[in-house]
Structure formats: C-alpha cells, structure tokens
C-alpha cells in the first residue's frame, strides 16, 4: 500500500471512499461494518473481492461510492488533523525542489500528521529512507502506528525526539532535510551536520510568517548555505461548468453580448435551468476564491565539504 498497489479488495485493507472530490473518508475494510455517509449505506462485505477503483451502490440504490487505493495524495485529503499539515501543491513544489526521488535519504521534523511524510515515503522508496522527528509523544506513538498499518516501516523510521534540544542523532546521511517547527532556524546547525558532506544537500523550511523566514535565511547564511531562495504556492482551482452558448445571430448582427447578464441569470437560475442541451458549451472557470496562504518556503543548498 501506498508504495504497492493492490487490484482486488481484501479483509483488512484500507480503502478511500471516494463520494465527491469534497467527501472522501478512508476505512479498514471488516465484514460486518458497515460505512455510512450522507450517500447512503455500504457495506464492507460487499467491497471483499471488487477491484480497487470500483463503483459501489449503497444498500438502497440511492448513492454510490468509488472505492480507490490509498494514495499519499488521497492520504492527505483524508488524514485525521492532529496538527496543521502539508498540502498537495507544497507538497509537490518542494518535492521537486528538494530533488527527491527513489534512493534519497530524507531527515523531517515535525513528523505532525504525517501528511508530508507520506509522500516522502512513496517518493524516496523502495532504496531510499525517511527518518522523521516528532517530540510530541502521542502523535509520535499515532505515527507510527500509521507507518506501520501502511507498510511503509521499510521505508520510514520515526523518533519521538526534540531535534532542537538534541539534533537528529544522525551526521552524514542525508540527501535534503525538511523543518517543520516553529523555530526552524534553531534546527539549522543541526542539519548542517545530518546532511551528507560529499554531495550537494538540500533543505526546506516551512514556515507561515515572515519574521520566521528572515531569522531562518539568517542562520542559513551564518552555517555557510547558499542560494537562498523563498516561494509561496498558491493553487487555483478550476471547475467545468455548462453554460448557454451566446446567440449567433446576435453575434453576426453586431448587437453586443451581455456576458454579465448570462452569468447573472445562470447564477439566479442554478440547476433549475432548462436549456436545450444543444444551445450548451462547457467551460472552465476558476473557481471564486483561491485557498488562501499556507506557509512560505524557503530552500537553500549546502555545497559539498567533504573534497
Ligand atoms: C505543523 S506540524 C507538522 C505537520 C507535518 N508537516 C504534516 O504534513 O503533517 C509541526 C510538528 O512539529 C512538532 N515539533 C515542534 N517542535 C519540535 C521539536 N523541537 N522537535 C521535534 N518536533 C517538534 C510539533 O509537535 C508538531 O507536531
């Protein structure tokens, strides 16, 4: 799971309900359970033998649901919040600038929710490792317990530790470090030493204030990283919607198209609408508003010491 794909649907598997992209919920399939939702009735007997990606009617016809494979993507939208976490495109962002890929070894902290450290996962597997930091003991103990159920304890090693008071208890091992902490830059001695002096290291620290950022690109600086680089991510949705097409005739004549007044009455008519299906177009439109300022990260790389 989560690294391994499945195809067919077993006792004890984990499973994303997916109703809606807005109404998703992850269960451990057990015959007699039975999952109820706003979509109706679905027992779990009835998954055992489906294929992942399957459609599912509820007990009275009504609803249905897809039943998908956990994903560190689907995990994020569905992960009990015992912290703040990492969203999809933060996460896919400094993925990327980190340079993970299979092999890398990853230092995290805090591990949280473990949003993050999912895909970390998936991302570094099956040679790579993710050694994350938690000094919060019960979300630790959560976590772990989560890697485990998610068979990723090949790939993930957890330590309830406080980094700040103690570092990661690991130099020269690692390929990018990632900080999560209110006080990131207080970490940064710390990463100097974990990150590997033979190649280039790479680190991220998240943070949503920027008095966070400029007393950690300060500490940067001080334990010799370069190419300080700060980004924030900002996702904007799309929806696909059906809207009348304009009238030709119109258009030909010359007479101007009140686009404002379409909108207007496809926004006071909604769904009661009846057109006809062939006066229709399908648009895309960004939706009103964009999800709003998570955190700013800031990057910097180490260059090799060890010459
Ligand atoms: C915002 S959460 C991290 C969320 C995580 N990135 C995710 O995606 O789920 C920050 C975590 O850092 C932990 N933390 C704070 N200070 C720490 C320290 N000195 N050592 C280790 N963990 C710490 C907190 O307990 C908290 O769980």
């Known amino acids: 799971m989560f690294h391994e794909y499945k195809k067919v649907i077993e006792e004890g598997d984990l499973v994303v309900a997916y109703a809606t992209p807005e109404s998703m919920s992850v269960i451990k399939v057990s015959s007699g359970e039975i999952l109820n939702n706003r979509y109706g009735n679905f027992w779990h007997s009835k998954m055992i033998g489906l294929k ?123 390929d990018a470090v990632f900080l999560d902490l209110p006080a990131p830059w207080d970490a940064v001695a710390a990463a100097k030493q974990a990150l590997r002096a033979d190649t280039i290291g790479r680190i991220c620290c998240f943070s949503p204030c920027i008095e966070q950022v400029q007393r950690t690109a300060l500490a940067l600086n001080e334990h010799g990283f370069t190419d300080i680089r700060m980004f924030e991510c900002l996702a904007k949705n799309h929806e696909v919607r059906s809207v009348p097409l304009p009238n030709i005739d119109e258009a030909i004549s010359g007479n101007k198209i009140n686009f404002k007044a379409i909108a207007n009455e496809l926004k006071s008519k909604k769904r009661k609408m009846d057109i006809d299906t062939d006066q229709d177009i399908l648009v895309s439109k960004p939706l009103d508003q964009v999800r709003g300022h998570t955190s700013y990260l800031t990057f910097a790389i180490l260059a090799p010491t060890d010459n």
């Open 52 to 174: 992942f990606g399957s459609k599912i009617q509820s007990q009275t016809g009504t609803g249905f649901i897809h039943l998908l494979s956990p994903t560190p993507a689907l995990w994020t939208q569905v992960v009990p919040h015992r912290t703040q976490i990492l969203y999809l495109p933060d996460i896919s962002f400094i993925s990327l600038y980190l340079d993970l890929k299979p092999g890398k070894v990853v230092i995290e902290s805090g591990t949280g929710s473990g949003s993050f450290s999912h895909s970390i996962a998936r991302t570094v597997a099956p040679t790579g490792h993710l050694f994350t930091f938690e000094y919060h003991e019960l979300r630790a103990q959560t976590a772990k317990q989560e890697f485990a159920q998610h068979n990723l304890t090949d790939v993930v090693t957890i330590e309830h530790r406080d980094v700040i008071s103690n570092g990661f208890g690991r130099n020269n091992i690692a």
